[in-house]
């Protein structure tokens, strides 16, 4: 592991002596009573006296001339500055007051120079701006029913298409996924034949699908099929405060069949001998067992709780929370290193497997989870849940020590991986499944609002402001993973130049990048399957800097999928290879496609006040669930409360 300072003592710009603020009267006093002044004050001269005098004199003069316009820290420090119609008399007593007070211990503040640099953008955009971003967002739009329209020509009730083959397949067990991952993104988008197409099939297949089905993942079927139905309940009016569908079935409907499969994969949690359920259900007879290699995924056991959370709310049954919760409980006991976690764990045992540590592939979503469930459930305020929030912080500092660096020689931000634990070595390597972290990172900073009133109601703590920092920093990274292959589409995986590894001849193919020596791209992980990560964390971040950059960022990316994943018979395609031109293409479309890319990309093109941040929680599949103390403590008859 490279031994260069951790990022958090490196890589963020702030100044600690900020924290650290001595107060103008506190520098005279401490300079003037040094204990070699104290000893020579003895016998003090009468010029030195003089000297103090003048000193103390010029002080004064300066507070009482200093400009009545209040500073941006004074604005945000509580009401400190901000009267302009204070008497000068009581403005000078004040300025004493706060002299002889104590320096507050206030979190950085970023200059107005920074402000811009790190996008606090506070002016509203022009009319032409606002058209702009209208037509692109009717871009999505249509890019949406394209997929949708090569789907249902093709491949209308089985999980995915293959666009190019132009057929159906079933690779997640049967269940039409594409239907119901698809059906809140066409609410969103008020796209009502959709929605009454999506809606009629569940209502008339789900359910005898369900019951007759053998094998599916506990996770993906979570995720995708009870997440969608779920949030397809809440947006046609479940929660009666609001509705999106003016088509398709009663909200009922959705909950009907979201509780027959979730009591079908309940199995996966009682029949384990610990709190960790088995990875598979056979829904038709509810029975559960584990994986070929008898593990769990770290991630997919992890990554169910906001689901079942808010089934027990709207259902009034807590016994799906109780099951998902136990989990959670029970990670909280197992030794971790700085927080992070192993991606396997054994349902036998409880205990993790293996020393493999990252945020791709079987880790993300385990820390995802952590910050959103907290968000989910902390207006319960009952505190049985802020060890997730502890768990969490936990682990992005663990994040910031053990597996941040920067690239050669651009100084790219990226996280890496720990292939043998906290004894092994550091991998520069990056699946593009961690750039949904930019995003967590800035929820969990802010907690869902803009960093803007985050500051002024003077909200983040210096972790917050190390954790938003990184986000941004990364999520430049997963941009760039787009911009410098030839294409304009990220690779699967990505591995970065340092001083302990780099490999030649392995560039993205645009050689217009500045960071074609930086991202190195392997042979094996040249392909892109659509994946909505970082448009999905260019959407958190521009909700919540407000700067356009990450909007345009994201309409770059929206070109490049429309120019090069389109398929004219219906539907878009993944690639087997960013790299090349033209790109070779692989025959599937995923449903996450519909479920998550195409919905970021619309909600980031936008009105800000759809679907806010602060009210609602995404599931990892982009399913968004509200977050209301209504729902959890009355709507559920207080189910949601002591549960645990
Ligand atoms: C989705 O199913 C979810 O976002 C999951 O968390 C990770 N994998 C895919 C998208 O890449």
Request: contains cysteine; charged residues 25%.
């Amino acid at each position: 592991m490279s031994k260069s300072l951790p990022y958090s003592v490196k890589d963020v710009h702030y100044d600690n002596a900020k924290f650290r603020h001595r107060s103008f009267f506190k520098v005279i006093t401490q300079t003037l009573f040094t204990s070699d002044m104290k000893r020579e004050c003895v016998s003090c001269s009468t010029g030195k006296f003089l000297g103090l005098f003048m000193i103390f004199g010029l002080a004064c003069l300066m507070l009482t001339h200093a400009s009545k316009t209040p500073s941006v820290t004074d604005g945000l420090s509580k009401g400190l500055g901000t009267n302009e119609e204070q008497k000068v008399v009581t403005d000078v007593g004040l300025r004493f007051k706060k002299l002889l007070r104590r320096a507050p211990r206030l979190p950085p503040r970023l200059s107005g120079d920074e402000k811009v640099s790190s996008g606090i953008f506070t002016g509203k955009p022009n009319e032409h701006d606002e058209e702009k971003w209208k037509a692109r967002q009717r871009n999505v739009k249509e890019a949406f029913t394209h997929a949708w329209s090569g789907y249902k020509k093709f491949a209308m009730g089985y999980d995915e298409l293959l666009p190019l083959s132009m057929q159906g397949f079933d690779g997640l067990g049967g269940l039409g996924a594409t239907v119901v991952d698809s059906l809140d993104t066409a609410m969103i988008m008020g796209l009502e034949e959709v929605v009454s197409e999506a809606g009629s099939w569940i209502e008339s297949n789900l359910l005898e699908r369900i019951s007759q089905k053998g094998d599916v993942n506990l996770f993906e079927t979570t995720i995708r099929v009870l997440g969608g139905l779920l949030s397809a309940y809440h947006l046609s009016g479940g929660d009666q405060d609001m509705n999106l569908a003016n088509t398709g079935p009663k909200p009922t409907i959705y909950l009907e069949i979201a509780k027959n499969l979730a009591d079908r994969l309940l199995s996966a949690f009682t029949s384990s001998p610990t709190p960790i359920p088995y990875s598979d259900v056979l829904l038709k007879n509810s029975s559960a067992h584990p994986a070929s290699n008898l593990l769990s995924s770290t991630s997919e056991v992890s990554t169910l709780q906001l689901e079942f959370n808010y089934l027990s709310a709207i259902s009034g049954d807590p016994k799906y929370k109780t099951e998902g919760m136990k989990v959670f409980a029970h990670f909280k006991t197992l030794p971790k290193v700085e927080g992070l976690v192993p991606i396997y764990i054994s349902p036998h045992s409880g205990e993790f497997i293996g020393q493999e540590i990252r945020l791709g592939s079987r880790g993300d979503s385990y820390y995802e989870y952590l910050i959103k469930v907290w968000l989910q459930l902390r207006s319960i305020q009952d505190g049985n849940f802020t060890y997730l929030y502890d768990m969490y912080e936990e682990a992005m500092r663990g994040v910031r020590h053990l597996l941040v660096q920067k690239t050669i020689p651009n100084e790219l931000v990226f996280v890496g991986e720990l292939p043998g634990g906290s004894k092994g070595s550091f991998s520069p390597k990056m699946d593009h499944l961690v750039c949904f972290l930019p995003g967590t990172l800035a929820l969990g900073a802010t907690k869902g609002i803009t960093k803007e009133k985050a500051m002024k109601d003077n909200l983040l703590t210096i972790e917050d402001f190390e954790n938003l920092k990184l986000a941004e920093d990364l999520a430049k990274t997963c941009f760039e993973m787009y911009s410098v292959t030839s294409t304009g589409l990220a690779p699967e995986i990505a591995y970065f130049h340092t001083k302990d590894f780099y490999e030649d001849g392995l560039g993205g193919g645009n050689q217009s990048s500045e960071y074609v020596n930086d991202i190195i791209i392997k042979f094996n992980d040249r392909h892109n399957l659509l994946r909505p990560e970082t448009v999905e964390s260019l959407f958190v971040l521009y909700r919540i800097t407000q700067d356009p950059k990450y909007r345009e960022w994201g309409w770059q990316i929206f070109q490049s999928f429309e120019k090069y994943t389109k398929v004219d018979s219906g539907g878009y395609t993944s690639l087997n290879d960013v790299t090349t031109l033209p790109p070779q293409r692989r025959d599937k479309m995923e449903t996450f496609f519909l479920g998550e890319t195409l919905k970021y990309l619309y909600l980031l093109f936008g009105d800000s006040s759809v679907i806010p941040l602060d009210k609602f929680v995404f599931n990892t599949e982009a399913h968004p669930f509200p977050i209301k103390d209504a729902i959890y403590l009355e709507g559920g008859s207080n189910i949601m409360k002591g549960t645990m």
